[in-house]
């Protein structure tokens, strides 16, 4: 288990860290508990507040990154346009800010 006090989990997909926990077994309340970002003091999850499931974000993640062209139902459709107008709205937050390196004297 050394392995995993180094794992990095942050290019895992939602989907493989529930695979990973259920592996590992992860006490089951924990993973089966909700998705939030705990900023409302209601039941609202992350899938509420996206209008979208991770499964939903994971294909369409996958239909762009594949260049998948299978025709798309009305919810798929509905879900390509949530995750395409959050993957716009968040880009700024992947790609690294610009950086003048200085040099030494």
């Known amino acids: ?6 794992m ?12 990973l926990a259920k592996e ?7 993973r089966k508990a909700k998705p939030t970002d705990g900023l409302w003091d209601d039941d609202r999850s992350d899938e ?3 209008g979208a499931t991770y499964p939903e974000l994971e294909w369409a993640m ?3 990154e ?7 139902d009305d919810r ?12 716009r ?3 700024h937050k992947m790609v690294p800010i610009p950086v003048c390196i200085l040099p030494r004297t």
């Not at 288990?1 to 180094?6: C, E, G």
């Not at 590992?24 to 924990?30: F, M, Q, Y």
């Not at 798929?76 to 993957?87: A, C, G, N, P, R």
């Open 62 to 64: 996958d239909y762009i």
């Open 48 to 50: 509420d507040q996206i």
């Open 24 to 30: 590992l077994n992860i006490v089951e309340s924990i």
């Open 89 to 91: 709205a968040n880009r």
């Open 76 to 87: 798929q459709k509905e879900v390509m346009d949530i995750y395409t107008k959050l993957h």
């Open 66 to 72: 594949n260049n998948r062209t299978t025709p798309m």
């Open 8 to 19: 990095a989990i942050a290019d895992l997909t939602k989907t493989e860290v529930f695979e």
């Open 1 to 6: 288990m050394d392995f995993l006090q180094n």
